[in-house]
């Protein structure tokens, strides 16, 4: 039933949807779930360390014998300056936040992420058939993995940085329409000029590169599948839309939101990681963005929350969780991944059909 079988056959799957890594909100059941349906399971890898990553792979391999993706971040967001320090206001918002759920001292801020080049190791050591990237991605890091026999996709938010990545050798691109959720990958210039629709980007890609590519962003049901592919997407990358199966990781507040949530609850905010993402607004969100001074860079920032979000996660309160939603949220359904992809499959062919006139 699908016609451009280039993703098909490039990742050899059966159906073009692929679960995007949304590290955070990854896990072992939920990538083997949408592998074994016939789409392609991804793991957001960039934050765990080589160790549990190797085990992590090993784990989704006990699950499923299908092809599925680790997902890195650019070395771009390893660059930490342990003496950076937090803004007076945003040293007392967090003090504050700290003394009102008892939770003890704000901690220092410490690498989350990477390194990229030790878990790209592990990665080629286990034998991992596919890996994409975040935030672009270094042209060596697309030879060994290429070298390994594996192929890689990697993030574009505009047409130059699709150009780019075609350039760097990259199997297949992915556009990254402003409807996401999660962050940005926009790498080359600033978010605000990166923030084009998911209609509007994809097209021009295709237009722009011969490599396959591959549309995000606001993808939540088999109209989006189909849109994108009349736009000439080879397959689709969906992450909201998987948040609302039961193998989603996520805490019940995060779910919750969710469940409750429409499209203007969202918002692109550099407010929870100092990186542009598009997440839910809640009360951290509001009081963050409201301070009258710069935020540390990216992981810096994220850092300093980390107890924080930690222990709102314990209790229930999502007022301080990051949740990552993208503007597609209210359509989200609540049923296992399998069935999910099984329905978009089916839903796909049938709507395919009408628009076909059968």
Not at 27 to 50: M, Y
Not at 201 to 213: E, G, H, I, W
Not at 317 to 340: C, H, K, S, T, Y
Request: hydrophobic share 45%; proline share 5%.
């Amino acid at each position: 039933m699908w016609r451009d079988r280039r993703i098909l056959d490039l990742l050899e799957i059966e159906h073009p949807i692929i679960l995007a890594p949304m590290a955070g909100a990854s896990s072992t059941e939920l990538v083997a779930a949408v592998s074994e349906a016939g789409g392609l399971g991804s793991f957001g890898g960039a934050g765990t360390l080589p160790d549990r990553l190797r085990s992590t792979v090993q784990s989704i391999r006990q699950r499923t014998n299908r092809p599925f993706n680790i997902n890195l971040f650019s070395s771009r967001v390893e660059n930490l300056d342990a003496d950076l320090r937090a803004g007076p206001q945003m040293a007392e918002r967090l003090e504050g936040y700290h003394s009102e759920l008892g939770i003890g001292a704000v901690p220092e801020a410490k690498q989350l992420f990477g390194p990229v080049e030790e878990q790209t190791d592990v990665l080629i050591e286990e034998g991992v058939p596919v890996v994409s990237f975040h935030f672009g991605v270094d042209a060596h890091l697309v030879e060994r993995v290429h070298g390994a026999g594996a192929k890689v996709l990697c993030s574009a938010t505009t047409v130059a940085e699709a150009k780019e990545l075609e350039a760097l050798g990259v199997d297949a691109v992915i556009a990254q329409g402003a409807e996401a959720g999660g962050h940005r990958g926009t790498y080359t210039i600033d978010y605000t000029q990166a923030l084009v629709g998911t209609m509007a980007l994809v097209p021009q890609v295709v237009d722009a590169v011969s490599v396959p590519v591959i549309a995000a962003g606001g993808i939540m049901d088999a109209r989006g599948v189909v849109a994108s592919l009349a736009l000439g997407a080879s397959a689709v990358q969906m992450g909201t839309a998987f948040l609302g199966c039961p193998e989603a990781p996520i805490d019940d507040a995060w779910r919750a939101s969710l469940g409750a949530a429409v499209a203007n609850d969202t918002t692109v905010t550099e407010a929870i990681s100092g990186r542009p993402g598009r997440a839910l607004r809640n009360r951290y969100v509001d009081e963050i963005e409201a301070l009258d001074e710069p935020l540390l860079p990216h992981p810096a920032h994220y850092s300093l929350s980390r107890a924080l979000r930690r222990v709102a996660v314990e209790r229930g309160n999502a007022d301080f969780i990051a949740m990552w939603a993208g503007q597609g949220v209210g359509l989200i359904r609540e049923q296992p991944a399998a069935e999910l992809v099984a329905d978009l499959v089916t839903e796909s062919r049938e709507l395919m059909g009408r628009l076909a006139g059968g």
